[in-house]
């Protein structure tokens, strides 16, 4: 199963960025707070980026059971009823291009407690689609590929900015 993604759109990099973060926010990811600006910032860093996290804590005996019994029903749909997603850090990034914008999105769910599941890997591939539905008409998209890993060589969506900048585990 794939963690990100990399796009390339003619448009400017804190614009796509916007589009990026708006789109997973549709997806209900909440938007962390500027430590991830703030660092690169201080890095001197030609990206800019902003977390995202969704997920809560493992899930008691209780709360297991009901995320089972309506899964697969409409009350699936009732925000305090939905199942719950492994507590997963994405981050949102942009760089200029010689095209436009470079994006790159890239999940990365906890190492910590009951699973180290991708469950949210549908989510952000949902706000991808979004984000290229919204350039691709346009002819605005230059491409699109999909990511299994990212390089640790400053980028913001590796494991080890966001391990470093983060704390995330």
């Known amino acids: 199963m794939t963690r990100g993604a990399r796009l390339i759109v003619r448009d400017r990099p804190d614009a796509a960025l916007t589009t990026l973060v708006e789109a997973l926010r549709a997806e209900r990811f909440d938007v962390g707070d500027d430590q991830m600006s703030k660092a690169l910032s201080a890095r001197g860093s030609e990206w800019i980026a902003q977390d995202l996290r969704i997920g809560a804590p493992a899930p008691t005996w209780s709360s297991g059971i009901v995320d089972a019994a309506v899964q697969h029903t ?17 981050i949102a990034s942009a760089r200029a291009h010689d095209e436009g914008a470079e994006l790159v999105v890239f999940s990365h769910p906890t190492l910590l407690g009951w699973t180290t599941a991708n469950d949210a890997a549908h989510l952000v591939s949902a706000a991808l689609d979004r984000v290229e539905a919204q350039y691709a008409p346009a002819g605005l998209l230059v491409s699109r590929e999909a990511l299994r890993a990212t390089r640790n060589d400053g980028s913001p969506a590796s494991q080890a900015f966001v391990r470093d900048v983060l704390g995330w585990r």
């Open 74 to 90: 409409p009350l699936a749909f009732v925000p305090g009823l939905r199942l719950r997603a492994t507590p997963t850090v994405v």
